[in-house]
């Protein structure tokens, strides 16, 4: 069925969204909330969900992959604390709604999918919508990208056992990696700052996640 709602109507819900869901819940940063009212998170979604986009709670993509709630992409992605020229490295591509909300606020940004049917969606919607600084890449996220190391920030949208010490070790001086941690059925956000060879370990709150699959995470 095609979608005759206009820009205007999606534009007051994320508005709405913002003012509501975010900053009602103190997410500060303006930046971040400029990019959630600037990206058009129902392009994101599939087709027959796309009047729950703006919803206060994730989506289904298929195959057990989800669109991670608004207000947790918000609380991610200000706790990176990016300020405009970082590079940054998101394990866990999905739609490719957090890489948007990524690519307004970073320099550059690459981000990992393990699997391919949806990386191919998110590299050909970012590309439709004009982004030129994300890069989408096929491949096991809980490894890293070693060869575009080190990184200013990355963020793990997928909960882990533990931290994968291979993003812990391609984080750049000052950098900051915020991962979700802990068993299937609840993990705590944590937030790994490194200071020179010395790592500062912040728990910030729980959250659920889908696994992150993968060597340094939980097994297919």
Known sequence: MPDNRTSDYYQSLRDSMVEEQMASRGISDKRVLEAMRRVPRHLFVPGDRRGKAY??????????QTISQPYMVAWMTELLGL???EKVLEVGTGSGYQAAILGLLARKVYSIERIE???????RRLDELGFK???VVVGDGSKGLKKQAPFDAIIVTAGSPGVPQA???????????VIPVGPSTMQMLTVITRHGAEYETDEVGSCVFVPLVGTYGWKQ
């Not at 919803?55 to 057990?64: I, K, Q, T």
């Not at 049917?117 to 590299?123: G, P, S, Y």
């Not at 993003?167 to 990696?177: K, M, S």
């Open 167 to 177: 993003l812990v070790e391609q984080l750049a001086d000052g950098g900051r990696l």
């Open 133 to 135: 600084n994300i890069e």
């Open 55 to 64: 919803d206060d709670a994730p989506l289904p993509l298929g195959e057990g």
């Open 117 to 123: 049917w949806l990386a191919e969606q998110a590299r």
């Open 83 to 85: 300020e405009g020229d």
